[in-house]
């Protein structure tokens, strides 16, 4: 009875994997309050409120209706005393004093800066602050600092990169990379993963699953692609990861699980149409992941990489305290047997006995 329509229950899930959440969300003055907040945890490094904080946006994100009184509240689960405290300020106050101190403040501003930079982390970000830098034009002068091959892409497509991705430039790319894919194999499969899976309107970067039906030849693909790419002359940077697939390992137990697929981050030139007589470049820098799971992976991948990180997080935390299961972008484990789903078929079936209503529901809206 846990998979019955939502309005046909008393209780919201705690678990997002288990909620309907469409594109329409009725309570953005609240989830933009949280996502600030779980933010500014992240880079105090501060991880349960930072989680705390994000669950109780998404959460928020499901519901049908906006919040309009702290009696609306009851009986939702995610909640605790501190973002019912902030719901409640922007319920009374149109405001919460503690976002308003986040937003005003000076490390705050300074690490979303820097790590708004491709290829910059909290680490990185840290210590420019430290050095007391408070702008990128700052930091590119400095002689002192030895910048990655990442970074200095990322300085050199700042704008375009931190403008979002639409979905007709989604789509764009989508052509090119299908198009220099089938080149290579025609009987590849490629699919559109991330955000843009989901029907998100833009995202920050498009994401890319790729594989062939013959196991083992997709360790050729990601290289070849970027070959073609490169010929084509629109591959302005790229990084191949190698696989670190070992499959006698056990699932990674942290929440954010990382995969060892081989996966290119790059950034793609694409063509775009210019308004007449405007002096302009004619392309945008657009940020693309490839990752090459084998075939027999497929299907975990696929269900990794759609997202969103809460609904992946959650499907991985009901998977092992409902379920007694662990769940990774490889497979799925099943703790009491202690066997790994190996097989295409057994993924697939795995994933049905566990989620496919779940997901089909997220997706679906
Ligand atoms: P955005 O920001 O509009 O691109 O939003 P998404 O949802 O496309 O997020 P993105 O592109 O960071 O990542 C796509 C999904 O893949 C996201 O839900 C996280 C998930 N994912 C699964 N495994 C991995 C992994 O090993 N590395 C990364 N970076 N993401 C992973
Ligand atoms: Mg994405």
């Given amino acids: 009875d846990q998979y019955l329509e939502p309005s046909t229950v008393e209780t919201v899930s705690q678990y997002a994997c288990q909620r309907r959440t469409t594109m ?204 073609r790419l490169q010929n084509q002359g629109i591959l302005l940077y790229y990084d191949i990861v190698e696989s670190t697939f070992d499959k006698t390992r056990l699932p990674c137990r942290k929440f954010e699980a990382m995969d060892h697929f081989q996966k290119c981050f790059a950034i793609i030139k694409l063509k775009k149409e210019l308004a007449a007589g405007r002096v302009q470049k004619d392309w945008k820098a657009i940020r693309v992941d490839f990752v090459a799971p084998p075939v027999d992976n497929f299907a975990f991948a696929l269900l990794g990489w759609t997202g969103s990180r809460q609904f992946e997080r959650d499907l991985r935390r009901f998977a092992r305290h409902e379920r007694k299961m662990l769940l990774d972008n490889h497979a799925l484990y099943d703790k009491t047997k202690k066997y790994l789903k190996k097989k295409t078929t057994n993924n697939y079936l795995a994933l049905n006995d566990v989620c496919s209503d779940l997901s089909e529901w997220h997706y679906k809206g």
């Avoid at 149109?94 to 979303?112: A, E, F, N």
Wanted: with cysteine; hydrophobic share 40%.
């Fill in 24 to 227: 329409e969300n009725h309570n953005q003055i609240f989830t933009d309050a949280f996502a600030i907040l779980a933010e500014n945890a992240e880079f105090n490094e501060s991880e349960g409120p930072c989680l705390a904080f994000m669950r109780a946006a998404s959460l928020l994100k499901s519901l049908p209706h906006a919040i309009s009184s702290s009696k609306d509240l009851e009986g939702l689960p995610c909640l605790g005393d501190q973002t019912k405290a902030v719901i409640e300020d922007i319920l009374e106050y149109g405001q919460c004093s503690k976002v308003q101190d986040v937003l005003c403040d000076d490390r705050y501003q300074t690490i979303k800066l820097f790590t708004s930079v491709f290829g910059v982390g909290l680490k990185t970000a840290e210590k420019w602050y430290r050095k007391g830098f408070h702008s990128l034009e700052e930091v590119q002068a400095d002689n002192a600092i030895h910048f990655t091959k990442m970074q200095k892409a990322g300085f050199l497509y700042y704008d375009d990169i931190s403008a979002a991705v639409c979905k007709a430039e989604a789509q764009a790319i989508g052509q090119i990379v299908e198009e220099t894919v089938r080149l290579i194999a025609p009987d590849a499969i490629v699919t559109l993963t991330g955000g843009f899976r989901r029907g998100k309107e833009c995202g920050h970067d498009v994401d890319f699953l790729i594989t062939t039906p013959e196991m083992g030849k997709e360790v050729w693909l990601l290289n070849r692609l970027i070959n």
